[in-house]
């Protein structure tokens, strides 16, 4: 059983499109961090978010974290072809648990 | 470049091979971390040492073993490699921020066992 989903698993919109992705458990999470991946490199993490509703931004990308700290969002406002790549989530089930937990992936293709 | 070092960057080997793969965390990080990515699995946690000691266990299989050194650096030894076992391994090495330990990764060993 997968505790982290991730939607939708594949995305292509052009540039300057908008999109949202998602990452949703059944579990809750003390914490959840936003990798991106490109292929044949490791994750590099984007954001980590701690408390339920809570909301950054990083640029053009914003993630959020869901109030009940079981799901979380990343929205990405006028995609440009460097946000290619395949995007992550990982939780935390508590803090004095240090295992992360791999959501699915969401690959994103941003055409030019 | 998140500071975290592995190599080989490429291994090629065959069925029944054993081979060791090595990782050097980021300079003051204590903790190091296994995965393993393959297309079918996604990202999967192995283990995890902290200052020497196994500190976390996740699906490793008893073909595999680490060990951490008193340098820090790591190593994943996979033996009596099978065909499944192709897959690119990640290290990674954590630092406290607040409450949460964020992990930062190396660029992966891809190993192919033909």
Do not use: M
């Amino acid at each position: 059983t997968q505790l982290l989903e991730q939607s939708p698993q594949f995305l292509s919109i052009q540039e300057g499109e908008n999109l949202t992705v998602y990452c949703n458990s059944s579990s809750v999470f003390s914490s959840l961090q936003w990798y991106r991946q490109e292929p044949g490199e490791g994750p590099v993490l984007l954001v980590t978010v701690v408390t339920g509703g809570e909301v950054k931004k990083l640029k053009r990308l914003t993630f959020q974290f869901g109030d009940a700290r079981k799901d979380s969002s990343l929205h990405i406002t006028a995609a440009q072809p460097g946000d290619t790549g395949l995007y992550l989530c990982a939780g935390n089930i508590n803090f004095g648990n240090e295992k992360l937990t791999f959501g699915t992936g969401t690959r994103l293709t941003i055409i030019p | 470049d998140s500071g975290v070092t592995q190599t080989p960057k490429h291994l090629i080997t065959a069925t029944g091979q054993r081979v060791t793969l090595r990782c050097s965390p980021r300079s003051g990080d204590l903790s190091v971390y296994w995965y393993q990515q393959s297309l079918d699995q996604g990202l999967q946690f192995l283990i995890q040492y902290y200052n020497g000691e196994e500190r976390a266990k996740g699906n490793i299989l008893e073909r595999f073993s680490a060990q951490q050194f008193p340098d820090l650096h790591s190593e994943l030894n996979l033996s009596s490699l099978e065909l499944g076992d192709s897959a690119l391994y990640f290290c990674a090495s954590s630092v406290t921020s607040g409450r949460v330990r964020e992990q930062f990764f190396g660029p992966g060993t891809r190993l192919t066992v033909l």
